[in-house]
């Protein structure tokens, strides 16, 4: 996998590639370590798509967080929402760095950034986030609903900013024969 486009949100991009360049590379270089092969595990029993093969989200969060992030020292903090135990919890922090990978629903998008997101940096947990998401080739070869890199960003372009809004960097991913640009994004995100 690879990093097809990017996004900048309220300022994400320009605060995370002069502070927090390490974690982003971490982040890129897990997307980076992706074999496809490994994660396109999903037989689908979908009308339109049965029997095919298609990339799993629970592989692909399992390739960059559990088998990359979480050994380079990335966390997974919870905030209790009530006295009920109920909670939310964000897939990775480092330092000030928050990070959510959605390969879910496309509603889900939306919450990480307009909901979880701020709720998080308001807790002190992190200061800017990265949001990883498909591009619309590798959403194609997903189950039916998966949000897009296109999606997102139409949202927080009609939205607008907000209040509470933090700053955060939308990377969007997709399969490295997609990758020609891959040169000019190192360059964009300040890893050449």
């Known amino acids: 996998m690879d990093v097809l486009e990017i996004y900048s ?15 982003l590379k971490e982040v890129i270089d897990a997307i980076r370590s992706i074999n496809e092969e490994d994660v396109k595990t999903k037989v689908s029993k979908e009308k339109t798509m049965q029997g095919r093969s298609l990339y799993s989200p629970i592989a692909l969060n ?12 990335w966390s997974k903090p919870k905030i209790a929402l009530d006295e009920n ?9 480092k330092g000030e760095v928050g990070l ?19 709720i ?3 807790n002190k947990n992190y200061t800017v986030g990265i949001e990883v998401v498909a ?6 070869q997903m189950s039916t609903g998966v949000g897009s890199f296109t999606h997102i960003v139409n949202l927080l372009r009609k939205r607008g900013v907000s209040n509470v809004d933090i700053p955060i960097l939308i990377l ?7 990758s020609d640009k891959n040169k000019s994004i190192d360059k964009e995100l300040g890893l050449d």
């Open 9 to 23: 949100w309220h300022g994400g991009l320009e605060i995370i590639k002069k502070e927090h360049k390490r974690e």
């Open 135 to 140: 591009v619309k080739s590798l959403q194609a």
């Open 172 to 178: 969007g991913i997709g399969e490295k024969k997609h």
């Open 62 to 73: 399992k390739a960059i967080l559990t088998d990359n992030l979480y050994n380079k020292g």
């Open 85 to 93: 135990h109920s909670f939310i919890e964000a897939d990775g922090v």
């Open 120 to 122: 998080f940096a308001r």
């Open 100 to 118: 959510e990978v959605q390969f879910g629903k496309y509603a889900f998008l939306g919450w990480d950034i307009f909901g979880k997101m701020p």
